[in-house]
């Protein structure tokens, strides 16, 4: 908003005291136009480039950094410490950000190999690391729950601490007499009376005592069985979140997590979202066609045959009648009989093709020739 005095001056020429007057007060009008509590409301008289400086710097979070919190947050800036994999374009921004870290110093202790990540996973149930996969340019977040330990070592980011509880010691003592046949004890220790009583030069003594110990007899600490008496340290369970943008959006923005779940939802359950005219259904209804070009010859004659299926696909051949008496031939899925030859002729070979599943074995109680299992294109 541009703004001007009504009356100007030329230096070393008198100015007259209504005009210099007149200014003043042109001014304070001025000043009265601007309501300061549109400026405490509104950036209208900011320009778009102040907008966004101010809108860009204002609580923003780096990326890499974490975010605690009781309840749930919708921001697609933000996600899960839950492992995911994360994949180019949504995430590019901050997949960019990973990878140039890895190009610096590949050898960084928060990164470890996709094995490494499992194997921590699945013995601990956490991971700190981080994977970049410079191949498939993907990377996959730490699985981080519980207790997080701070650290001043560049080297230990990511590492996992060694569970350490201070437990109480354990005590106790056995061995003195109470004047009779009882040993006495103390503590984690008890002892039981057994066997004969024997004798000494004084005459008869006490029983041999068998001396035991119980860790429960000295604290309640150690009562459990291993399980229902887990030893922790008290905590409150909340989201760890980790940036992955520190963009602003805008109101036309959505959060990318929610329309990949609702997309992934919907391709799950029909195909209403993709036209005739596209590709992509073709594309599907191929999947479901043998791959006749990558067919597995899996035996020329054989009796008995047991094969497991590769893949979801097809299995071709010629089953053959046992014998002229009429016994049928049987094809078996699964144990599960599927096919079975004609009468026996002077030809006794029945052309078979079946459907089977990945993992489907079949048998059967008779020669089979000429077997092919075809995968279907979309198997895996």
């Not at 490494?116 to 981080?130: L, N, P, R």
């Not at 056995?174 to 220790?189: C, E, K, L, R």
């Not at 599927?338 to 029945?350: I, L």
Request: hydrophobic letters at 35%.
């Amino acid at each position: 908003m541009s703004y001007s005095v009504p009356y100007s001056f030329i230096p070393g020429t008198k100015a007259r005291a209504q005009d210099v007057n007149a200014n003043f007060n042109s001014v304070t009008d001025y000043l009265e136009l601007l309501d300061a509590s549109k400026v405490n409301n509104d950036l209208s008289n900011i320009s778009a480039e102040g907008v966004n400086l101010i809108k860009n710097n204002s609580s923003r979070r780096n990326i890499g950094e974490l975010i605690y919190t009781l309840i749930p947050l919708q921001d697609a800036n933000l996600h899960l410490l839950d492992g995911t994999l994360l994949y180019s374009g949504v995430y590019s921004d901050f997949i960019d950000y990973i990878a140039n870290l890895y190009a610096e110093n590949p050898s960084a202790n928060y990164f470890c190999t996709e094995s490494d990540w499992q194997s921590s996973v699945s013995t601990y149930g956490v991971c700190g690391k981080f994977v970049y996969d410079s191949t498939n340019n993907t990377v996959r977040l730490p699985k981080v729950t519980g207790k997080i330990d701070g650290t001043t070592d560049i080297n230990a980011l990511g590492d996992l601490e060694p569970l350490f509880v201070r437990l109480p010691n354990i005590t106790g003592s056995s061995g003195d007499f109470n004047g009779g046949n009882d040993v006495v004890s103390y503590g984690a220790m008890y002892s039981t009376k057994t066997g004969n009583t024997y004798q000494h030069s004084g005459g008869a003594g006490p029983q041999w005592s068998r001396i035991y110990i119980d860790a429960s007899r000295s604290s309640s600490v150690y009562s459990g069985n291993g399980s229902d008496t887990a030893i922790h340290e008290q905590a409150i369970k909340c989201f760890i979140y980790i940036v992955i943008a520190n963009s602003t959006k805008t109101d036309i923005q959505v959060d990318i997590d929610e329309v990949v779940t609702d997309l992934n939802g919907k391709a799950d359950t029909d195909l209403s979202n993709i036209n005739a005219s596209q590709s992509a259904k073709n594309e599907i209804i191929s999947w479901g066609m043998p791959d006749y070009d990558n067919g597995i010859f899996i035996v020329k004659s054989t009796p008995g045959l047991n094969y497991t299926a590769p893949a979801n696909g097809i299995i071709c051949g010629s089953l053959q009648t046992v014998n002229a008496s009429g016994t049928e031939g049987i094809l078996y899925v699964n144990n599960n009989r599927v096919a079975t030859t004609v009468s026996y002729s002077s030809t006794p070979y029945c052309p078979i093709t079946t459907l089977v599943n990945k993992n489907d074995i079949i048998t059967t109680n008779c020669y089979f020739y000429q077997v092919y299992f075809f995968p279907m294109k979309g198997a895996n």
